[in-house]
């Protein structure tokens, strides 16, 4: 749970950026629109396979042998 302590002489709008960063930090929103709505287990599967399959196909479109540049020399 995400918490801040403000000072006395403290900048409010201080504190409340202070508390935006650790919320994001702590990616407390992103699993709040995760858990939004309830997700199949077949779905959830299937979104994470489609990532590896994606995190796959760029690994393999990035690792091959560097490119060749064509001079006009």
């Given at each position: 749970?995400?918490?801040?302590?403000?000072?006395?002489?403290?900048?409010?709008?201080?504190?409340?950026?202070?508390?935006k960063?650790m919320?994001?930090?702590?990616?407390?929103?992103?699993?709040?629109?995760?858990?939004?709505?309830?997700?199949?287990p077949?779905?959830?599967?299937?979104?994470?396979n489609?990532?590896?399959?994606?995190?796959l196909?760029?690994?393999n479109?990035?690792g091959?042998?560097?490119?060749?540049?064509?001079?006009?020399?």
């Amino acid at each position: 749970m995400a918490s801040i302590y403000v000072e006395e002489n403290e900048n409010l709008e201080k504190a409340i950026k202070r508390f935006k960063r650790m919320v994001e930090k702590e990616g407390i929103i992103r699993e709040y629109k995760k858990r939004e709505y309830y997700e199949k287990p077949s779905t959830i599967l299937t979104r994470k396979n489609k990532a590896i399959q994606r995190k796959l196909l760029k690994k393999n479109h990035s690792g091959g042998k560097p490119h060749e540049s064509k001079s006009a020399y």
